[in-house]
């Protein structure tokens, strides 16, 4: 399972690979040659509108279906671990994904970058390479779980856990690193099981576990979960291993591409490891101050409010970047500005009335997803973690878009490095001062100087335009489905639930739609069809 965080930071560094070099990097491109390509493959270069949709299409089951597993595991495990295990479970996941992000992400932007259109002999130095960077997280990872047991538990890890959490930690670890390598070489397949298998296995192998044990949910506990997580992605792995052409060796590694690889990658991971702590880093400052227990009463709310906000940015975001790209790419480069602003327009069309019906439906929606014991806690955090959630995807989908089309990565590594300082500082000081919600306060207060910082840049400094108009009625409309939504009466049960999310849905589209009355005219002007 992919956190929301991490998601986001991945989405950002993964489209560099579709860009085109600038004069600067054409300049140096024949001391870059050896290494990787100094450009993308024809094949990418020359997708065309069709193409991307389809490719869109084609890995939209792996973008959706293992988000809305994760969703459904964030509510399901609330009822079969009680506060303690889950915040262990919760932390166990928090940790793994800092050791990928320490340990393994730099290679593998690396490979997104350089791996398409790579030569025979690039591959084969990229190969040996791999072999240790292999043998390097065996080390590394065992070390560093080893250190984290060791902190939550304050005594030397058992067998047991620690097997357990390192075949866990380890092969979600190599999911996400081959999932991205598959992505680069266009093997949707393999793709797909490594991003579903692990959520969805994971969670299919717990259930059944709970359910066939001979004590049921007694018997299930953070171990057996992240054992069942451990067993899917194994076997997703396997899957991978057998389709995908790997031929890892243990040779000297060439010098230049270890230079390369430093110089291109370190940052990268650098910055996703800064974009972590917002996300994920809040759950152990909330360990270190309350302890376990408080982990879990609070990630049940955070987790949810972040991971519905990721997945409904999912939605728009995987087409919509690379159009930018093949602009910039050709020398485009203000349609591809206004193109950033027209795909940033689309993003706040899905993320901003998801977010607001969220909020404005997360009183019963906690009551009626999350167990007893976390009800409470819930109620008050996951309207703070929606809109968390709502500026984080802005930022990374929006803002930093214009960033990585102008390649000013250490500006972004600048606002990642005050963020998490802030966020440090913010989260501290609001647990003392107000508790779990004082925690969730503070990460929000981050986030918004950050994104606050990133659209400034974005803007002033890098030319990007705000598509004003468009938000103006986007926003008008969410505010008419709150309105609407507000007016409801109590809600109790799912089907009421439901039918509120529907309505809600249907005032927005015909306040969206009545906000775009004269676009719709025109439009329908130019089809035929719908002018009849």
């Not at 709150?482 to 639930?497: E, I, R």
Request: net charge positive; hydrophobic share 55%.
């Amino acid at each position: 399972m992919r956190h929301a965080s991490f998601c986001d930071a991945n989405h950002f560094n993964r489209a560099i690979f579709l860009n085109e070099p600038t004069e600067q990097g054409r300049a140096s491109a024949p001391r870059r040659r050896r290494h990787g390509p100094a450009r993308p493959s024809p094949r990418i270069a020359a997708q065309g509108p069709g193409m991307l949709i389809r490719q869109t299409a084609l890995y939209l089951p792996a973008q959706l279906l293992g988000p809305l597993a994760q969703l459904a595991a964030i509510v399901l495990w609330t009822h079969w671990l009680d506060p303690g295990e889950f915040g262990a479970f919760t932390l166990a996941l928090a940790a793994q994904e800092a050791v990928y992000l320490l340990f393994l992400a730099f290679w593998s932007y690396y490979l997104l970058r350089f791996l398409p259109g790579a030569d025979a002999l690039a591959r084969e130095r990229m190969d040996t390479f791999e072999g240790w960077v292999l043998l390097a997280n065996l080390a590394l990872q065992a070390a560093a779980l080893a250190l984290v047991l060791r902190y939550l538990a304050g005594t030397p890890p058992g067998a047991a856990a620690f097997a357990v959490l390192f075949a866990f930690a380890f092969t979600r670890s190599y999911c996400t690193h081959l999932a991205e390598r598959a992505k680069a070489g266009n093997d949707i397949l393999a793709y797909t099981a490594l991003q579903c298998g692990g959520p969805i296995g994971g969670l299919a192998l717990g259930w059944l576990w709970a359910h066939l044990s001979r004590d049921g949910a007694a018997r299930i506990g953070p171990l057996q979960v992240l054992g069942a997580y451990a067993i899917a992605q194994a076997a997703s792995l396997l899957f991978a291993l057998l389709r995908l052409p790997l031929r890892w060796r243990l040779r000297r590694v060439d010098r230049g591409l270890l230079r390369a690889v430093a110089s291109y990658g370190l940052p990268l991971a650098l910055s996703g490891a800064l974009a972590w702590v917002p996300g994920n880093g809040i759950r152990f400052v909330v360990e270190h101050g309350l302890g376990l227990a408080a982990v879990g009463l609070f990630a049940a709310g955070w987790t949810l409010g972040q991971r519905a906000c990721a997945f409904a940015a999912m939605l728009v975001t995987a087409a919509a970047f690379p159009i930018a790209l093949r602009l910039e790419a050709s020398g485009e480069r203000e349609r591809a500005l206004r193109q950033l602003a027209d795909n940033g327009a689309l993003l706040c069309a899905v993320l901003l009335p998801s977010a607001a019906g969220l909020i404005a439906l997360s009183a019963p929606l906690s009551r009626l997803a999350v167990s007893a014991p976390y009800v409470a806690d819930t109620l008050v955090i996951l309207p703070i973690a929606v809109l968390a959630g709502l500026v984080k995807n802005l930022r990374s989908h929006f803002a930093n878009q214009a960033f990585l089309l102008a390649r000013k990565t250490g500006w972004t590594l600048a606002i990642d490095a005050l963020e998490t300082a802030l966020f440090l500082i913010g989260a501290a000081l609001g647990l003392r001062a107000l508790g779990l919600a004082g925690a969730a306060w503070g990460a929000l207060a981050a986030v918004t100087v950050g994104a606050a910082l990133s659209f400034f840049v974005a803007v002033r400094r890098l030319g990007m335009p705000l598509p004003a108009a468009h938000l103006a009625r986007i926003v008008l409309a969410s505010a008419a489905m709150s309105a609407a939504l507000a007016l409801l009466p109590p809600l109790a049960g799912w089907p009421a639930l439901i039918l509120a999310t529907a309505f809600g849905g249907a005032v927005y589209a015909g306040a969206l739609a009545l906000c775009y009355r004269g676009h719709l005219r025109e439009l329908r002007g130019r089809l035929p069809f719908l002018s009849r």
